[in-house]
């Protein structure tokens, strides 16, 4: 991620002030390292959020506050005859039995599996027992519902799954999701998705959790919202993420979206710590202890809370990349780009000249150069590593050969080559100059910008060499592809194109769903950030900063339809939604790659 930094809002109203906790961390700030999205936090140039928020509706609320089943339930990582079922239960003490059964109406009168659940009271937390089994034996391509029951008579919720199809398909359509940050605000994106018209499958791309505490990234409005983050620490230990992803799932909007589709879910870097790599993390500090023991609890927690099927039996937990094909229509191949091989990221602190150097200058225009090309491009850095970079050819070389005229790559974070803008040229007198004043740091931030880095080194841009090594796989399978991705709390639409000048796909990056993005608290009249981004990059065709939302995607053999659905304010209960953004995608054919055009 960009920064993870607290983010300070102006409250109005009567706030209920938190109780005091006996684990009250305070974790150390990114000494002398300012990223974009710190910066603007730390400005005076934020406007005021929402008052506090009203309690929601009771359309909104959970109609199970009591009993066995008051986390919901969910399906995930559909397979052709097979899904996984999840729940979790809340008891004083174990159940007898709890059975899962699957039938081909809402009814149950026609129940083609039941299996008893494995109760693993190993995996309690505050009396609450996540539970997941796998559904086997069942048709492609076919609708079902699925349910829990207790042996004394309780029923869980009712959900909807939906195995793949295996053979013609001539429509896929997909909910893309990333960031759900549970303080920052309301889930609208889900409420939607469980209203709208049907999907077949949610692709959640990271961020499901965030494990920040109070005065963390996002959580100015927590007590305001009735959001505060349980605990009400930042999440370290099994126990801590356990409870987190238990106070997610009570969420009425979460539950919503869960129960009307199968999910797709990795995980990004808040699942673990912000700006996670394969040895550590940005927010991951000494005082915190084992990081390989932090990463461990992490990973299981998501495994338990998660409606998602482990790697085979020998291979790591954290290898995590799969595979989803969907007819003769599509293959979605999941990246895993956080903990099986990525390096760890360039700290900006290595920036080798004074902000306010003259970009024009010889001496100071090498060592920019060094540092973008031999210490950021450095070729030793990785993202993948060979066996999943070899998994990857294979998926994509299997369904181009099958004849599926669609390739996706579910991303973590943003693969397009994105360079910053130059603000110091591009910006009003009037916001420098109150930069300057208000904040140094930001305003060096704006003078280094000058030299055109890239915008975001947390991302595939800073890992370029590992990023054409992709795009050599993917041109070694035949695959012009579109990149999924997530992280950036932004809309974003790309060309993707490799050194050698040759577009290789497209890019569809989904905002979050509640996550602010870069620019949120800033007020400058006149300035769009998104739009100077885009001037600065001929191949970035969006950049928009200023929504939360997801992305709606339909497959047909030929063509992609994109609506990018943005929703009004996460502070306030009630919300609306629009498309402001709407791309027509069509697949390589005749030597040509995949074409991308705004509609």
């Not at 519902?145 to 799954?161: A, L, M, N, V, W």
Request: hydrophobic share 35%; glycine share 8%; charged share 25%.
């Amino acid at each position: 991620m960009w920064i993870r930094g607290a983010r300070t809002a102006k409250q109005g109203g009567k706030c209920v002030r938190s109780k005091p906790v006996s684990r009250q961390k305070k974790k150390k700030q990114n000494s002398g390292t300012l990223t974009r999205r710190s910066a603007l936090a730390l400005t005076g140039l934020g406007g005021t959020l929402a008052a506090c928020g009203k309690t929601p509706p009771t359309a909104r609320e959970d109609d199970a506050k009591n009993g066995f089943f008051r986390h919901g339930v969910a399906s995930g990582d559909p397979l052709q005859t097979r899904v996984i079922l999840w729940t979790a239960i809340t008891t004083d003490g174990l159940p007898a039995s709890i059975i899962a059964e699957v039938s081909t109406d809402a009814n149950f009168a026609n129940i083609i599996w039941s299996d008893p659940v494995q109760i693993r009271p190993q995996f309690t937390v505050n009396g609450i027992i996540p539970l997941k089994t796998e559904a086997v034996n069942l048709n492609p391509g076919t609708d079902y519902f699925y349910r829990f029951r207790e042996k004394g008579g309780e029923i869980s919720p009712i959900g909807r799954t939906k195995t793949l199809v295996d053979g013609p398909l001539d429509e896929l359509t997909m909910a893309i999701v990333s960031c759900s940050n549970h303080p920052a605000g309301y889930f609208h994106s889900y409420r939607h998705i469980a209203q709208s018209d049907p999907v077949d499958v949610v692709v959640h791309l990271g961020d499901y959790i965030y494990e920040y505490g109070p005065g963390g990234f996002a959580t100015g409005d927590a007590e305001a919202l009735d959001r505060v983050p349980e605990p009400p620490y930042e999440c370290i230990s099994l126990d801590d993420y356990r409870r987190r992803y238990a106070q997610y799932h009570s969420d009425p909007d979460l539950q919503a979206a869960h129960v009307v589709a199968p999910w797709i879910i990795t995980w990004d870097d808040h699942e673990s710590a912000n700006d996670s790599w394969k040895g550590g993390a940005q927010n991951h500090q000494r005082e915190d202890g084992d990081w390989s023991l932090r990463e461990a609890a992490s990973l299981s927690a998501f495994y338990e809370w998660t409606p998602t099927r482990e790697p085979a039996e020998g291979e790591p937990r954290t290898a995590f990349w799969r595979e989803f094909s969907f007819g003769d229509l599509a293959t979605l191949t999941m990246l895993e780009t956080r903990l099986s091989a990525r390096s760890e990221q360039v700290d900006w602190k290595l920036f080798p000249v004074p902000a306010d150097a003259d970009p024009e200058d010889a001496g100071v225009k090498a060592k920019v150069a060094s540092f973008v090309n031999d210490l950021v491009g450095d070729s030793k850095r990785r993202m993948l590593g060979d066996k999943q970079g070899d998994f990857v050819q294979d998926s994509l070389k299997r369904s181009v050969e099958s004849g599926q005229p669609w390739q996706l790559l579910g991303n973590q974070v943003l693969l397009a080559k994105i360079n910053s803008p130059d603000y110091i040229a591009v910006l009003p007198g009037w916001l420098k100059w109150l930069a300057k004043k208000k904040q140094p740091l930001l305003f060096e931030y704006f003078l280094r910008s000058r030299f055109r880095p890239p915008l975001n080194i947390d991302a595939w841009d800073g890992y370029p060499a590992a990023r054409e090594r992709l795009y050599t796989r993917t041109r070694r399978a035949g695959s012009s592809f579109i990149s999924i991705a997530g992280d950036t709390h932004d809309f974003n639409a790309s060309i993707l194109r490799a050194e050698d000048g040759q577009v290789v796909g497209a890019e569809l990056g989904t905002t979050g769903v509640s996550s602010p993005g870069n620019f949120a608290d800033v007020v400058a009249p006149g300035v769009d950030f998104g739009r100077l981004t885009e001037k600065a990059n001929p191949d970035t065709i969006l950049h928009d900063v200023h929504h939360t939302g997801y992305i709606r995607l339909i497959l047909r053999p030929d063509e992609a339809v994109a609506d990018f659905v943005s929703t009004s304010s996460v502070k306030q209960p009630e919300f609306t939604t629009s498309v402001d953004s709407r791309f027509r995608l069509t697949p390589a054919q005749n030597g040509q790659p995949v074409e991308i055009k705004k509609v």
